[in-house]
Structure formats: structure tokens, C-alpha cells
T-cell receptor, first 113, second 113 residues
């Protein structure tokens, strides 16, 4: 158990809908990262927050947004969903940024039908 | 462009045998290099993390090496077990970009009895 909690574990929704994925980082970790992993693909970095502020942005679509709350949990919002958004979405957390170990949650499997 | 390339893409070995996975990177400025193990449908789990000044680091049967001059790393697995079957991902952290991680595509290792 990495200490990073993601909910829900599975999500099935229709095209055009909006969903929210939630991540609770390890106790004490200030950085939260979001990644997308499509079938048979590598992990794609989406976005990173540090202590409530956006710190780095990757290949995140405009239909997607994220935020980190004062209690350090984070949410990833996916809107106007398309079939191609079906993927595993992972959250990771670390104490700080590039120098410290990142621990991954077990992921949310999103299926868009 | 920051990139991490891994080879081979996939590998099949017999239980008990050793193997070596390769990682080449073109990431600048470099902060550290990590190897993760990812079981199918699960979150990645950290094996090793090495900074610029470290040449080798071990974690049980896993030994990672880093040559910062040639920008190459390897992960050596000794006396493989069936449970080693997984995807092994090389990840490089970018300095001064808030902890941005560049992921390789992974090497899919299958250990057969």
C-alpha cells in the first residue's frame, strides 16, 4: 500500500459526460501528480500541483482540469468525455518535487461508452 | 526534446535467469533517474532512485546503474522469479521544472517457469 488513495477505482460513463476523479496523497506529501495511461501505452504526465498551486503542466487537454485543495487532496475533472479518454488515471504524491520519491495510487479505470 | 527510451520493448526469460533492461535519456537539466515496476492494471512501484552522483543502487535482486556521461541506465534483475513479470519503467526527473517526470514506454518482462 503506497498510502495514496484514489477514488473511485472504476468508472463507466457515456460520451459527453463529466466526471471527477479524486486523489488523497500520502500524509505529509505536498506534491500531487496526475497521469493518464491508455491501453498498452506508457504513462503520460498531465499536471502537477504543489501545496495548492499548479507547478507543472504536461499533455493535459483543455477539457480536463485539476485542482489541489487546502487539505492537499486533489481532483481531476474530465468533461465532454470522448471514447478516447478511456484509460487508467493515476495519481502520485511526493514530499517535494524532483528530488523526492513519488508514490502512486492504484488508479481509476475510466471507461467511456 | 526531453525523452526517455527503453529497450528491449519486451523480454521473455526463464525463471531463475538474470536479465538486464536498458534506458537511454535525453533529459536536461537532469535531476534523478528512477526505475518503477508496474504490474498490469496497478500503480507503479518504485524500485530505485539515483541522483547524478550515484553510479549504482540495489534493492534486493534489482540493481540499477547510471552513467550520467553517456546518459544511460540499466536495471539488472538477478535470479528472476515469476512475480517479476511486469512492466519496468525508467523515469527521469527534470530539474527546475517542479518535479516533472519523463516516462519511458517501459519494458514488458515475462518470466516463464
Amino acid at each position: 500500500d503506497s498510502g495514496v488513495t484514489q477514488t473511485p477505482k472504476h468508472l463507466i460513463t457515456a460520451t459527453g459526460q463529466r466526471v471527477t476523479l479524486r486523489c488523497s496523497p500520502r500524509s505529509g506529501d505536498l506534491s500531487v501528480y496526475w497521469y493518464q495511461q491508455s491501453l498498452d501505452q506508457g504513462l503520460q504526465f498531465l499536471i502537477q500541483y504543489y501545496n495548492g498551486e499548479e507547478r507543472a503542466k504536461g499533455n493535459i487537454l483543455e477539457r480536463f482540469s485539476a485542482q489541489q485543495f487546502p487539505d492537499l487532496h486533489s481532483e481531476l475533472n474530465l468533461s465532454s468525455l470522448e471514447l478516447g479518454d478511456s484509460a487508467l488515471y493515476f495519481c502520485a504524491s511526493s514530499v517535494e518535487g524532483h528530488l523526492t520519491e513519488a508514490f502512486f495510487g492504484q488508479g481509476t479505470r475510466l471507461t467511456v461508452v | 526534446k526531453n525523452q526517455v527510451e527503453q529497450s528491449p520493448q519486451s523480454l521473455i526469460i526463464l525463471e531463475g535467469k538474470n536479465c538486464t533492461l536498458q534506458c537511454n535519456y535525453t533529459v536536461s537539466p537532469f535531476s534523478n533517474l528512477r526505475w518503477y515496476k508496474q504490474d498490469t492494471g496497478r500503480g507503479p512501484v518504485s524500485l530505485t532512485i539515483m541522483t547524478f552522483s550515484e553510479n549504482t543502487k540495489s534493492n534486493g535482486r534489482y540493481t540499477a546503474t547510471l552513467d550520467a556521461d553517456t546518459k544511460q541506465s540499466s536495471l539488472h534483475i538477478t535470479a528472476s522469479q515469476l512475480s517479476d513479470s511486469a512492466s519496468y519503467i525508467c523515469v527521469v526527473s527534470v530539474r527546475n521544472q517542479g518535479g516533472k517526470l519523463i516516462f519511458g514506454q517501459g519494458t514488458e518482462l515475462s518470466v516463464k517457469p
